[in-house]
């Protein structure tokens, strides 16, 4: 796996027909097309390489859009790009961030958002919802038809927002994700635990934000959902926060206040949650930066457990050589001196014998001489090669 930029993914695309370069990462034509468009990668119009001369050949690169809030413009290749492509430096942690579309100051990134946004109208019927509330308003239906058309139900199986605090609430959130659509962001709204929860995906991050009445008890089930949601003030507060995460989100909050209603607070919702998206991707940079110091201090650790074990090692085997030398050099002055002892005893014999003619006449020793003078010189260390072989290991070592 490599990371590389899509302006050198761009580079390598238009750096010859797809045709030229499919075979050099082993896949078809059709495969490594779908590869580069899965990746955002603008390719070549048809005939591009027909209606140009190779002299005249220029990189898209002038495609690349400018790195929206959010984006890495980062791509993961698998191992067969690493024939074709090195991997980028890693982005620096420090930045610069900025682009022609990113302030380096986030707050100037909120203004320019708010900006950008404008006027947001939430209407007063939810006549033209969001994609992001298909999902959720698809199930609500079901929940109406299943009551009205008289199928078999409970009561609490019904319409969970026919009231006037819920249809408020789809209503801002309408709002909030058509401004963020403005901003080519996408979000989706869904339930959890009867709570209006979306997630945004700013980029290549993604960021999620509640909407809640501030006076709605928590952990209710459907049927007491229903009945505590019409029970509650048509103007009940309601309060949107962004949802602390590790990437770096703020956990902003708005409600309804002194300042005014959350319908006059759309751009800036919408703008914090871009913001929130680009502070994840900032955030996740110095995290990889961290890791990548953390992995090489454990690398760097493991090298030099490694450099100590071997010197250990090393001075194991030779405190182990050493004591084989000292043993050696032991056992040779022992059979150096049992060689002797038998040497000498011989010649005493011999001197007796001599000595003693009678003794001589009686007895013939020379057979015993030589097995005894033979077996001094096989245990002898020197004639033997042992001390030999000792010079040669100490030479060796």
Known sequence: ?????????????????????????????????????????????????????????????????????????????????????????????????????????????????????????????????????????????????????????WRSDGPLFNNVVDQRQLRLLNAILFALSKREVNAKVHLEEYNFHAIATVGDFTVSFTMIPATKPKNLSQYAYAETMTKLPPRSRVVVMINPSRSGTSGDIWQDDAEGQLETKIPSIAAAVIVAGETAFRQNVRMRAEWRAQREREEEFEARRRQLQEQQEILRREAEAEAKRLADLKLSGKLLREANEVRDLVAVVREKMNANPDLAEKYDIAEWENWATDYADRIDPIKSGQVLSHLKSLHKS
């Open 1 to 153: 796996m490599i990371e590389v930029s899509l302006h050198r993914l761009t580079e390598f695309a238009w750096s010859a027909p797809i045709r030229d370069l499919a075979p050099k990462l082993n896949l078809s034509d059709v495969g490594l097309r779908k590869i580069l468009k899965g990746h955002g990668v603008n390719l070549p119009p048809q005939g591009y390489w027909l209606a140009k001369q190779p002299t005249e050949m220029v990189l898209g690169i002038q495609k690349i859009p400018p790195r929206r809030p959010g984006q890495s413009q980062r791509i993961h290749l698998d191992s067969r790009f690493e024939t074709v492509l090195t991997p980028d430096a890693p982005l620096n942690p420090d930045g610069p961030f900025e682009s022609a579309l990113v302030p380096e100051d986030l707050e100037s990134l909120r203004a320019l958002e708010v900006k950008a946004i404008g006027y947001v109208r939430v209407p007063l019927r939810l006549g033209n919802p969001n994609p992001g509330l298909h999902a959720l308003l698809k199930k609500e239906e079901l929940r109406r038809i299943k009551i009205t058309s008289g199928q078999h139900g």
